[in-house]
């Protein structure tokens, strides 16, 4: 018993080191901060401000479009051609985070949004929300824009396919005022 200890000794912190995320609830401050960063996500995206949003794409995503270089192209193209659609963004409010969940070494949270939008002249309600993910211990996040989650949730587990199971995704739509 006693040759196995110093590997259990040293195998102990090591696990610890890796520890999976749990789920829990942000303290207020975090919960703040994290409204704050998807408040200037939705900003930037008003203004067409690509880079922002580029910058702060959860990696996954930016794996799934094809890497960091086709998404940043899809990104400033697909911006482009909402403008000239005329699609513009008559405000964008972040609500509160909810709790996190799971995910391997990250942490994910939802953060409800709602938008209200022109298309051309006629004004769109939109509920939606934006996906926050985090390395466990860190405090920057990064994002989804949980959009494209409503009409294909399966990608949710494509893009965190360590997220803990049974975890479903807000409602959200569009609608017509």
Known sequence: MHRYLPALLLALPMAMAVAPALAGELSPEDSAALRQDVQAMMGAFARGDAELII???HPS???????DEAYA???RDTLKELRKAGVTIISD?????GHTYAAGDEEVCFVPRQSL?????APMRSTSFMLAVRRVG??????ID????????????QLLPALEPGVTLPKGGMEAL
Not at 117 to 121: D, P
Not at 138 to 143: D, G, H, I, L, R
């Open 55 to 57: 910058a702060r794409t």
């Open 61 to 67: 995503l930016k794996r799934l479009a094809g890497g």
């Open 73 to 75: 192209r899809m990104t």
């Open 93 to 97: 409010e972040a609500g509160v985070p």
């Open 117 to 121: 939008l022109r298309v051309r002249e």
């Open 138 to 143: 860190t405090a920057q996040w990064s994002f």
């Open 146 to 157: 949980g959009a494209a989650l409503l009409d294909n949730p399966a990608l949710l587990r």
